[in-house]
């Protein structure tokens, strides 16, 4: 099992940028599938992005592509989403979440995550 703690959300303004960070703590970061997944107020959760142990390959939601950054620092035990060109509608809680590396990829799903941080409010302001 992992801990898992974000940081960095706020009140930014629309076409702005933030930058999470989910620390970790527990052995063995780095054999572990990160992601970010969001819940908008009355909508579900949702997958956002998610790296895999070795930083080797990233995937990202429609929504997140060319506008989201997901990172890991593995040395540090952190994962980071850099977040530019905000949209109203990327207001939401942010969570991070983590797997553990068995060879299956592109997890997005959030029952496919078993470990899962607090949430981190992201809104956004038109």
């Known amino acids: 099992q992992v801990q898992l703690v974000e940081s960095g959300g706020g009140l930014v303004q629309a076409g702005g940028s933030l930058r999470l960070s989910c620390a970790a703590s527990?052995?063995?970061?780095?054999?572990?599938?990160m992601a970010w997944f969001r819940r908008a107020p009355g909508k579900e959760r949702e997958f956002v992005a998610a790296?895999?142990?070795?930083?080797?390959?990233?995937d990202y939601a429609d929504s997140a592509k060319g506008r989201f950054t997901i990172s890991r620092d593995d040395a540090q035990n952190t994962v980071y989403l850099q977040m530019n060109s905000l949209k109203a509608e990327d207001t939401a809680v942010y969570y991070c979440?983590?797997?553990?590396?068995?060879?299956?990829?592109?997890?997005?799903?959030?029952?496919?995550?078993?470990?899962w941080g607090q949430g981190t409010q992201v809104t956004v302001s038109s």
């Open positions: 790296i895999s142990w070795s930083a080797g390959s990233t």
């Open positions: 527990g052995r063995s970061f780095s054999r572990y599938i």
């Open positions: 979440a983590a797997t553990t590396w068995n060879g299956r990829w592109g997890l997005r799903p959030d029952y496919e995550y078993d470990n």
